[in-house]
Nanobody
Framework: QVQVAESGGGSVQPGGSLRLSCAAS????????MGWYRQAPGKQRELVAL???????TYADSVKGRFTLSRDNAKNTVYLQMNSLKPEDTAVYYC?????????WGQGTQVTISS
């Protein structure tokens, strides 16, 4: 079992940057895969980026080259660095963690991109 909590959301202008953090209640090296999903109003939740136990990272095509997922095992935290943000990145971003075929979600953090 694990609890995860997101932080770092906010409102920025197009072209801006934000860094999201997902703090876990146990070692993130034991959680796989782990990463980020997002859900925009009226849309289904979608994958943003995931990291496997061995460090392989998968990104959604829509964020490749702009978002970077990283993991800090010492801090039990996974980060999502988001650059060159676009209005279509506006969504609630959720941390996702998987252990022993069970999936855990955080409460979500709002990201709004608007001029």
């Amino acid at each position: 079992q694990v609890q995860v909590a997101e932080s770092g959301g906010g409102s920025v202008q197009p072209g801006g940057s934000l860094r999201l953090s997902c703090a876990a209640s146990r070692s993130v090296s034991s959680i796989a895969p782990m990463g980020w999903y997002r859900q925009a109003p009226g849309k289904q939740r979608e994958l943003v980026a995931l990291i496997t136990r061995f460090g392989k990272i998968t990104y959604a095509d829509s964020v490749k080259g702009r978002f970077t997922l990283s993991r800090d095992n010492a801090k039990n935290t996974v980060y999502l660095q988001m650059n060159s943000l676009k209005p279509e990145d506006t969504a609630v971003y959720y941390c996702n963690a998987n252990i022993a075929s069970r999936t855990y979600w955080g409460q979500g953090t709002q990201v709004t991109i608007s001029s």
